[in-house]
Protein backbone atom coordinates (compact mmCIF):
# COMPACT_ATOMS: atom_id res chain seq x y z
CA UNK A 1 0.00 0.00 0.00
CA UNK A 2 2.48 2.24 0.52
CA UNK A 3 6.08 2.02 -1.75
CA UNK A 4 9.39 4.25 -1.71
CA UNK A 5 11.81 2.86 -4.41
CA UNK A 6 14.85 4.81 -3.88
CA UNK A 7 13.59 7.35 -2.87
CA UNK A 8 16.15 11.18 -2.24
CA UNK A 9 15.19 14.45 -1.80
CA UNK A 10 17.97 17.50 -2.00
CA UNK A 11 17.75 20.90 -0.10
CA UNK A 12 20.24 22.71 -2.56
CA UNK A 13 23.48 20.70 -1.80
CA UNK A 14 22.15 19.08 1.27
CA UNK A 15 20.59 15.32 1.27
CA UNK A 16 17.68 14.93 3.51
CA UNK A 17 16.57 11.92 2.31
CA UNK A 18 19.29 9.63 0.71
CA UNK A 19 18.05 6.61 -1.46
CA UNK A 20 15.10 5.79 0.64
CA UNK A 21 13.13 1.99 -0.44
CA UNK A 22 10.42 0.82 1.58
CA UNK A 23 7.13 -1.51 0.74
CA UNK A 24 4.98 -1.20 3.90
CA UNK A 25 1.85 -3.88 2.73
CA UNK A 26 -1.72 -3.44 3.56
CA UNK A 27 -2.53 -3.70 7.55
CA UNK A 28 0.50 -3.26 8.68
CA UNK A 29 1.30 -0.74 11.50
CA UNK A 30 4.40 0.76 10.45
CA UNK A 31 6.72 2.74 13.03
CA UNK A 32 9.70 5.51 11.10
CA UNK A 33 11.98 6.06 14.02
CA UNK A 34 15.09 8.54 14.06
CA UNK A 35 16.72 11.39 15.79
CA UNK A 36 16.14 15.36 14.86
CA UNK A 37 16.88 15.82 11.47
CA UNK A 38 16.97 12.17 9.99
CA UNK A 39 14.47 12.62 7.29
CA UNK A 40 11.30 11.14 8.79
CA UNK A 41 9.35 14.31 8.19
CA UNK A 42 10.81 15.08 4.87
CA UNK A 43 9.73 11.68 3.95
CA UNK A 44 6.12 12.47 5.62
CA UNK A 45 5.99 15.56 2.93
CA UNK A 46 6.29 13.28 0.20
CA UNK A 47 4.07 10.77 1.45
CA UNK A 48 1.23 13.31 1.30
CA UNK A 49 2.12 15.42 -1.74
CA UNK A 50 3.97 18.42 0.29
CA UNK A 51 7.05 17.48 -1.48
CA UNK A 52 8.43 16.22 -4.39
CA UNK A 53 11.37 13.51 -4.52
CA UNK A 54 14.20 14.98 -5.91
CA UNK A 55 14.49 11.10 -7.86
CA UNK A 56 12.84 7.94 -6.91
CA UNK A 57 8.95 7.51 -6.94
CA UNK A 58 6.55 7.26 -3.74
CA UNK A 59 3.43 5.02 -3.96
CA UNK A 60 0.40 5.14 -2.36
CA UNK A 61 -2.34 2.14 -2.91
CA UNK A 62 -0.45 2.25 -5.98
CA UNK A 63 -0.50 5.49 -6.42
CA UNK A 64 2.78 7.91 -8.09
CA UNK A 65 1.62 10.68 -5.38
CA UNK A 66 4.10 13.28 -7.28
CA UNK A 67 2.07 12.71 -10.83
CA UNK A 68 -1.45 12.20 -8.62
CA UNK A 69 -1.60 13.99 -5.36
CA UNK A 70 -5.08 14.51 -5.42
CA UNK A 71 -6.16 10.83 -6.38
CA UNK A 72 -3.63 9.46 -4.00
CA UNK A 73 -4.65 11.91 -1.14
CA UNK A 74 -8.39 10.74 -0.98
CA UNK A 75 -7.26 6.93 -0.35
CA UNK A 76 -4.94 8.63 2.89
CA UNK A 77 -5.72 10.31 5.95
CA UNK A 78 -3.01 12.33 7.31
CA UNK A 79 -2.76 13.73 10.93
CA UNK A 80 0.33 16.48 11.11
CA UNK A 81 2.45 16.43 14.25
CA UNK A 82 0.66 20.04 14.90
CA UNK A 83 -2.76 19.96 14.87
CA UNK A 84 -4.16 23.23 12.90
CA UNK A 85 -8.23 23.90 13.12
CA UNK A 86 -10.18 26.87 11.70
CA UNK A 87 -10.52 28.42 15.20
CA UNK A 88 -13.35 30.15 14.44
CA UNK A 89 -15.12 27.10 13.40
CA UNK A 90 -16.82 24.64 16.09
CA UNK A 91 -15.53 21.02 15.99
CA UNK A 92 -18.82 20.03 13.88
CA UNK A 93 -18.03 22.59 11.29
CA UNK A 94 -14.58 21.54 10.69
CA UNK A 95 -15.80 17.70 10.46
CA UNK A 96 -18.46 19.14 7.84
CA UNK A 97 -15.78 21.24 5.96
CA UNK A 98 -13.32 18.63 5.77
CA UNK A 99 -15.89 15.99 4.36
CA UNK A 100 -17.19 18.60 2.02
CA UNK A 101 -13.34 19.13 0.92
CA UNK A 102 -13.05 15.17 0.67
CA UNK A 103 -16.78 15.25 -1.68
CA UNK A 104 -18.99 12.63 0.64
CA UNK A 105 -22.23 13.15 -0.03
CA UNK A 106 -24.30 14.53 2.55
CA UNK A 107 -25.65 10.93 3.97
CA UNK A 108 -22.30 9.43 3.97
CA UNK A 109 -20.88 12.82 5.92
CA UNK A 110 -23.63 12.71 8.65
CA UNK A 111 -23.10 8.93 9.08
CA UNK A 112 -19.01 9.82 9.40
CA UNK A 113 -19.34 12.60 11.38
CA UNK A 114 -21.15 11.45 14.11
CA UNK A 115 -19.26 8.14 14.14
CA UNK A 116 -15.90 10.44 14.89
CA UNK A 117 -17.53 12.44 17.54
CA UNK A 118 -18.68 9.17 19.21
CA UNK A 119 -15.36 7.50 18.81
CA UNK A 120 -12.93 10.13 20.28
CA UNK A 121 -15.59 11.01 22.52
CA UNK A 122 -16.25 14.45 21.20
CA UNK A 123 -19.34 15.38 22.29
CA UNK A 124 -18.51 18.01 25.67
CA UNK A 125 -16.86 20.26 23.01
CA UNK A 126 -17.58 19.32 19.25
CA UNK A 127 -19.75 22.53 19.46
CA UNK A 128 -17.36 24.78 20.89
CA UNK A 129 -15.50 27.11 18.42
CA UNK A 130 -11.71 25.53 18.29
CA UNK A 131 -10.29 28.65 19.87
CA UNK A 132 -10.79 26.95 23.24
CA UNK A 133 -10.09 23.72 22.17
CA UNK A 134 -6.30 22.00 24.55
CA UNK A 135 -3.81 20.49 22.50
CA UNK A 136 -5.31 17.01 23.16
CA UNK A 137 -8.94 18.11 22.13
CA UNK A 138 -7.67 19.85 18.70
CA UNK A 139 -5.70 16.15 18.43
CA UNK A 140 -8.64 14.24 18.58
CA UNK A 141 -10.42 16.18 16.10
CA UNK A 142 -7.86 16.26 13.42
CA UNK A 143 -7.56 12.41 14.07
CA UNK A 144 -11.25 12.28 13.90
CA UNK A 145 -11.35 14.42 10.43
CA UNK A 146 -8.32 12.30 8.84
CA UNK A 147 -10.09 9.21 9.34
CA UNK A 148 -14.07 10.82 7.55
CA UNK A 149 -13.53 9.17 4.59
CA UNK A 150 -12.20 5.80 5.72
CA UNK A 151 -9.10 6.10 4.15
CA UNK A 152 -6.63 2.65 2.88
CA UNK A 153 -3.50 4.53 4.28
CA UNK A 154 -3.40 6.78 7.69
CA UNK A 155 -0.30 8.48 7.70
CA UNK A 156 0.56 10.50 11.14
CA UNK A 157 3.18 12.41 12.51
CA UNK A 158 4.01 12.38 16.21
CA UNK A 159 0.27 11.27 17.63
CA UNK A 160 0.87 10.96 21.32
CA UNK A 161 2.51 14.32 21.66
CA UNK A 162 0.59 16.45 23.98
CA UNK A 163 -1.83 13.12 24.68
CA UNK A 164 -2.83 12.11 28.67
CA UNK A 165 -2.71 8.80 28.89
CA UNK A 166 -6.14 8.26 28.62
CA UNK A 167 -5.97 9.74 25.22
CA UNK A 168 -3.17 8.06 24.38
CA UNK A 169 -4.46 4.92 25.19
CA UNK A 170 -7.39 5.62 22.81
CA UNK A 171 -4.79 6.25 19.96
CA UNK A 172 -2.96 3.32 20.28
CA UNK A 173 -6.56 0.88 20.42
CA UNK A 174 -7.55 3.31 17.86
CA UNK A 175 -4.15 2.49 15.17
CA UNK A 176 -4.46 -1.25 16.27
CA UNK A 177 -7.70 -2.06 15.40
CA UNK A 178 -7.20 0.40 11.99
CA UNK A 179 -4.56 -2.19 10.87
CA UNK A 180 -6.56 -4.98 12.09
CA UNK A 181 -9.50 -3.79 9.61
CA UNK A 182 -6.75 -3.60 6.98
CA UNK A 183 -6.06 0.05 6.82
CA UNK A 184 -2.03 0.55 6.42
CA UNK A 185 -0.34 2.98 9.36
CA UNK A 186 2.44 4.66 8.94
CA UNK A 187 3.52 6.18 12.39
CA UNK A 188 6.47 8.96 12.73
CA UNK A 189 7.17 8.91 16.31
CA UNK A 190 9.62 9.63 19.28
CA UNK A 191 7.58 7.63 21.40
CA UNK A 192 9.58 4.52 21.35
CA UNK A 193 7.15 2.61 23.98
CA UNK A 194 4.25 3.01 21.74
CA UNK A 195 6.50 1.83 19.01
CA UNK A 196 7.24 -1.13 20.54
CA UNK A 197 4.00 -1.76 22.34
CA UNK A 198 2.12 -1.54 18.68
CA UNK A 199 3.94 -1.70 15.51
CA UNK A 200 4.72 -4.57 13.51
CA UNK A 201 7.57 -3.69 11.95
CA UNK A 202 9.98 -0.31 12.57
CA UNK A 203 11.89 1.42 10.01
CA UNK A 204 15.05 3.59 11.92
CA UNK A 205 16.72 6.14 9.70
CA UNK A 206 19.66 7.66 10.49
CA UNK A 207 21.40 10.56 8.55
CA UNK A 208 19.25 10.33 5.81
CA UNK A 209 19.49 6.58 4.94
CA UNK A 210 17.39 3.55 6.30
CA UNK A 211 19.49 2.06 8.88
CA UNK A 212 17.12 -1.08 10.32
CA UNK A 213 14.51 -2.29 8.66
CA UNK A 214 12.59 -4.74 10.85
CA UNK A 215 10.95 -6.57 13.77
CA UNK A 216 12.15 -5.51 17.69
CA UNK A 217 13.08 -8.93 17.77
CA UNK A 218 15.05 -9.02 14.36
CA UNK A 219 16.84 -5.71 15.58
CA UNK A 220 17.79 -7.81 19.37
CA UNK A 221 19.44 -10.53 17.65
CA UNK A 222 20.91 -8.36 14.75
CA UNK A 223 22.50 -6.04 17.64
CA UNK A 224 23.06 -8.81 20.47
CA UNK A 225 21.18 -7.65 22.52
CA UNK A 226 18.28 -9.74 24.14
CA UNK A 227 15.64 -8.83 26.45
CA UNK A 228 16.95 -4.78 25.95
CA UNK A 229 13.81 -2.18 25.53
CA UNK A 230 13.73 -0.65 21.99
CA UNK A 231 15.04 2.81 23.50
CA UNK A 232 18.49 1.27 24.06
CA UNK A 233 18.42 -0.65 20.66
CA UNK A 234 17.41 2.43 19.20
CA UNK A 235 20.29 4.58 20.83
CA UNK A 236 22.70 1.65 20.20
CA UNK A 237 21.87 2.09 16.00
CA UNK A 238 21.82 5.99 16.27
CA UNK A 239 24.74 6.80 18.26
CA UNK A 240 27.72 6.35 15.00
CA UNK A 241 25.77 7.59 11.74
CA UNK A 242 28.39 4.59 9.94
CA UNK A 243 26.50 2.07 11.89
CA UNK A 244 23.92 0.80 8.98
CA UNK A 245 22.42 -2.77 9.06
CA UNK A 246 20.95 -3.55 5.95
CA UNK A 247 17.01 -4.39 5.88
CA UNK A 248 16.30 -8.17 5.86
Not at 217 to 227: C, Y
Amino acid sequence: MIELLDVTRKYGQKTAVDGLSLSIPQGELFAFLGPNGAGKTTTIKMLVGLLRPTSGQVRVAGIDVAQNPREANRLSGYVPDEPHLYEKLTGREFLQFIAEAYGLSSRFAAEGIQRQIETFGLVPFVDQLGESYSHGMKQRLVFASALLHQPQVLIVDEPMVGLDPRSMRLVKDLLRGLAEAGTTVFMSTHTLAVAEEIAHRIGIVNRGKLAFLGTVAELRERLALQDRPLEDLYLTLTQDESDVIPPS
